[in-house]
């Protein structure tokens, strides 16, 4: 005589609950790196458009060091900067192009930048992403950029990245870069200092805005130390 077996009913709740605790351990973490590799993704994109502007701009117009960088910022970025983007509106220095509340927040959640006003010019591209320029001084220029428009969390680290134009060797306490280039905010600083530097280092506890620095730093993989 066969005798077929079957699970009980309490068998089958305790084989429900275990799957229940692991999805719960194991699906957030999956999700939080699917994002971290997303974020990269986005900054990595960003350096590939910015290069490649930079790299065409100089074809046209000759080496960094000899662009005019006495131009107001307006005069500065219409001749040198938007000629090879794919530009779908221009806002220039009034308001829009940003997203609605103008506002960048740190990765710990604090307020960091305000990009409606007039001391950037402000466009965005084909595929939705902001781009505000804004000359510090006539040693460097930062370009701050939002890879998804309106949508939030609108973070440094996450959608907002910022990048730095320069036409020479440029040393302060949040660059050190060597040459002429386009570099992202932090370009030559100690990896430790871009993962947890004071203000700007790209963990939770601070602002993020050395996050696409790491990130190029890292050659674009993800790293078990990336906590945000």
Known sequence: ??????????????????IGVVSAIT????ISTHQREVN?????????????????????????????WDLNLQQFVETYLLKNLNITK??????????????????NGTYEEQIKTSSFYKIQLADG???????????????????NGNKRPDK????????????GAFN???????VAGVYFYGHGLPRNTLLNGAGHGC??????AYCGALFQYDNWQLQSDYKF
């Not at 005589?1 to 275990?18: P, Q, S």
């Not at 699906?27 to 999956?30: A, R």
């Not at 221009?90 to 990765?107: A, D, E, H, Q, V």
Request: charged content about 15%.
């Open 129 to 147: 992403t902001y781009i505000a320029f804004r000359k510090q001084d006539n040693k460097h220029l930062h370009i701050y950029c939002d890879v």
């Open 40 to 68: 990269i993704s986005r900054a990595k994109k960003l350096y590939s458009i910015f290069s490649q502007n930079i790299n065409q701009t100089t074809i046209e117009n000759g080496e960094l060091q000899y662009w005019n």
């Open 27 to 30: 699906i957030p973490t999956l």
């Open 172 to 178: 302060d306490s949040f660059h050190n870069i060597k």
């Open 203 to 208: 963990n939770k506890t601070k602002s993020g």
């Open 90 to 107: 221009n806002c220039k220095t009034s308001n829009g192009c940003w997203n609605s509340n103008g506002i960048i927040y740190g990765l």
């Open 156 to 167: 440094y680290g996450i959608d907002n990245f910022v990048l730095t134009i320069t036409p």
């Open 1 to 18: 005589m066969n005798y077929k077996t079957a699970f009980t009913l309490a068998e089958i709740l305790i084989t429900l609950g275990i």
